[in-house]
């Protein structure tokens, strides 16, 4: 059975501390992996990773992928209030999304 | 990318009752999908949805369940006698192809709460 897993289920941290949020996968066919933000109702789009050892940037936010061990890691640096969400783990199979629980980010002022 | 817009918002039902929640893209969208979230878990897939007819289902989708695009834009999710479990963030996406390098796009979703 395909399965995503992330981990911590939820943070507590401080504004300019730095988190590393996981996610580990079992899927067949696998496509991509995708992590997206969920604030207040729709994801939004934050990654899309498909290659091994890449790192894909975006200001303060990193992820990589690693495909022989089947996992990914979202890093977030110098935190800030506005960072607090729900951050998803999503691997694509076959054009459908396989969601994780989330990883659910409080970020204290 | 463009908004993708679902209505309702918020939609509250009898048990029993018959709803169907809208998903508005932009035509030239191709791929269609419906996932939902029960308050507190995961987001879920439910459906997709490609040249008007459906290409997979999930065993959530049952045969409570019906998707079409009627009108070759609204996309419609109908669920015909509603449960207290349908209680849920319901959402659209959509891709313009089978493979984007920026993922779906979810429309702003639609809180279905069953009564």
């Known amino acids: 059975e395909d399965k995503v897993v992330q981990s911590p289920l939820s943070l507590v941290v401080h504004e300019g501390d730095t988190v590393t949020l996981n996610c580990s996968y079992e899927?067949?066919?696998?496509?991509?992996l995708l992590w997206y933000k969920q604030e207040k109702k729709a994801p939004t789009f934050l990654f899309m990773l498909t290659s091994s050892g890449i790192e894909k940037k975006s200001g303060r936010l990193s992820s990589i992928l690693d495909k022989k061990e089947l996992f990914s890691i979202l890093n977030i640096t110098a935190t800030q209030t506005g960072d607090s969400a729900v951050y998803l783990c999503?691997?694509?199979?076959?054009?459908?999304?396989?969601f994780g629980t989330g990883t659910r980010l409080k970020v204290l002022a | 990318e463009p908004e993708v817009t679902q209505t309702p918002s918020h939609q509250v039902t009898q048990m029993g009752q018959e709803v169907i929640l809208r998903c508005v893209p932009i035509s030239n969208h191709l791929y269609f999908y419906w996932y939902r979230q029960i308050l507190g878990q995961k987001v879920e897939f439910l459906v997709s949805?490609?040249?008007?007819?459906?290409?997979?289902k999930s065993e959530i989708f049952d045969d409570q369940f019906s998707v079409e695009r009627p009108d070759g834009s609204n996309f419609t999710l109908k669920i015909r006698s509603t449960k207290l479990e349908d209680s849920a963030m319901y959402f659209c996406?959509?891709?313009?192809?089978?493979?984007?390098?920026?993922?779906?796009?979810f429309g702003s979703g639609t809180r279905l709460t069953v009564v």
């Open positions: 899927v067949t066919n696998f496509r991509s």
């Open positions: 949805f490609y040249n008007n007819e459906i290409s997979e």
């Open positions: 999503a691997v694509n199979r076959d054009y459908k999304y396989i």
């Open positions: 996406a959509r891709t313009t192809t089978t493979f984007t390098n920026y993922g779906y796009t």
